[in-house]
């Protein structure tokens, strides 16, 4: 696989576990795109896919997984869906995702000219537009408890209404799209790490986001794969624990 690079600005991918690459792009690397081996091979699908200028990059690396088959999106936020539209493969989404995926990106229910800090509240409205391919027409839809490539669906509305994960018990692997923030997505150009439910600026419904936060906590996972930034490991009972108090003490708002 394409290494870490010495430019700063290409993506890497790297396998983080059985069948489970992460490719990490755009602007520090703050994007993720999951390729996930089919289970009726050759090739990989995509969970998320970043951003518009992240399309080269992500159709390049799953050449060298065998190809990609498909999009599964996360959510259909402009940086989960960006590149969507540029991949030419079928796109998958929840079905309470499909009406945002095939229009704005959900950006009708987000006041980015609330974002209590000066800087970002410029910052977001100036990189969305740059950030999104545009509307994607979805192919088919995933609800909770389906089946894919051994991974089971989990809905974890609130930052968007049909944001889901994959979740895999066999070993506690749950790829979480934004159900959490590894940063304070309010001073996105620092270094902040912690555990945070998306901020409410960014939200369709804030309470369900801390629910879906508990949620993903109640499954217990040891290995968690964000939309942003490096997975997160810990003991069972410890991240448990971690996530159940960032719901709780609403970390960052
Ligand atoms: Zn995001």
Request: proline share 8%; net charge negative.
């Amino acid at each position: 696989m394409n290494s870490k690079s010495r430019n700063p600005l290409a993506p890497t991918t790297e396998q983080i576990a059985d069948g489970v690459w992460r490719h990490a792009g755009d602007i520090r690397r703050g994007m993720n795109v999951y390729f996930v081996a089919e289970e009726e091979g050759p090739g990989v699908f995509a969970f998320d896919t970043g951003t518009r200028a992240m399309a080269g990059g992500i159709r390049k690396a799953a050449a060298e997984l065998g190809g990609l088959r498909r999009v599964v999106l996360g959510h259909s936020h402009v940086d989960h869906r960006g590149s969507a539209a540029k991949l030419g493969v079928p796109v998958y989404c929840h079905p309470d995702e499909v009406a945002d995926a095939e229009g704005d990106g959900g950006v009708h229910y987000q006041p980015l000219g609330e974002v209590p800090v000066t800087y970002s509240r410029w910052l977001y409205r100036v990189v969305y537009p740059i950030w999104d391919a545009g509307p994607v027409k979805i192919s088919g839809t995933l609800s909770e408890g389906d089946r894919i490539a051994g991974f089971e669906v989990v809905h974890f509305p609130g930052h968007a209404p049909g944001q889901i994960g994959l979740w895999r018990e066999s070993d506690r692997l749950c790829l979480s799209s934004d159900t959490i923030y590894l940063t304070d997505s309010m001073r996105p150009l620092g270094h902040h790490p912690g555990i945070y439910p998306p901020h409410p600026v960014f939200d369709q419904d804030a309470e369900q986001t801390l629910e879906s936060v508990r949620k993903l906590a109640a499954l217990e996972p040891s290995k968690i794969a964000p939309g942003h930034l490096e997975p997160l490991r810990g003991e069972r009972a410890e991240l448990r624990a971690r996530l159940e108090a960032a719901a709780d003490e609403r970390t960052g708002w």
